[in-house]
């Protein structure tokens, strides 16, 4: 059972966490959230509601077995504050498993970890992630190194799923 650390603020892409989040819960799978303080509600941008568990001054990466970062606009506001940049960027480093998708990237490029990297993303920030050094993959699911699992939009979301439920399960 391995404990996945979410990092996600308002205006999240409702469906991009919660159908992962519940494939990794029904899988046996711990999901913790993570924002600027722990017990905030954050708003997806359909609605969904979700109880913040832990702030983000009070985890460590290595506390954590991966890293979940849905899309929407919540990884924008995200990569503001370096701390969730820097949060992201040793998991990144500890080749501990990272999920993104959509927009999740955007955590990836300001951490600078994807020079070199296979990844996909939303259409629209292509081109940043190839300014990032990115390998831009244009598919549902990609897998770089067994490591970071990325898709471009809630249509790739079961072929997300399973991949990132794969390196879980190892």
Known sequence: ????????????????????AKAMRDAGH?????????????????????????????VKSED??????????SPDLLRADDRFVNFTKAFMDARKPVFAICH??????SAKT??????????????????AG???????VFVCQNQLVTS???DDIPAFNRELLKLLDK
């Open 1 to 20: 059972m391995a404990k996945v650390a979410t990092v996600i603020t308002n205006m999240f892409e409702d469906v991009e966490f919660t159908d992962p």
């Open 104 to 109: 999740g990237p955007q955590l990836l490029i």
């Open 134 to 140: 990115a390998i831009y993959k244009d598919e549902e």
């Open 152 to 154: 471009r939009t809630p």
């Open 30 to 58: 711990e999901v913790f959230t993570i924002e600027n303080e722990a017990g905030n509600q954050v708003e997806g941008k359909h609605g969904e509601k979700v109880k913040i568990n832990y702030a983000i001054d009070d």
């Open 114 to 131: 994807l020079d070199g990297r296979g990844a996909t993303g939303y259409k629209s920030i292509r081109v940043d992630m190839e300014n």
């Open 64 to 73: 954590f077995d991966a890293l979940f970062i849905p899309g929407g606009f």
